[in-house]
């Protein structure tokens, strides 16, 4: 993962959230929550490369490269 590929399954997600607004809102803020928490861990490593990324933010971008793939779908 590099900070262009999780910027984009951000994007995507940001994307879908918005398309889902006012069809599913509940849906929206969860979508919306995953995007927020990767971009979140990815922000945190990019500020200090050297600390490794702990396990909750690599779940958190896991996550949200997951979801964006499954968007695509």
């Keep these: 993962m590099n900070a262009a ?15 889902l607004e006012q069809r599913d809102p509940e849906e929206s ?5 995953v995007a927020n928490s990767g971009m979140a861990a990815v922000t945190a490593h990019l500020r ?8 909750d ?5 896991a996550t949200m490269l997951v979801e964006a793939d499954a968007v695509q779908r």
């Design 5 to 19: 590929q999780a910027l984009k399954a951000a994007q995507k997600l940001l994307a879908y959230s918005q398309f």
């Design 29 to 33: 803020a969860r979508i919306l929550h």
């Design 57 to 61: 933010g690599r779940n958190a971008i």
């Design 48 to 55: 200090d490369r050297e600390a490794p990324v702990p396990a």
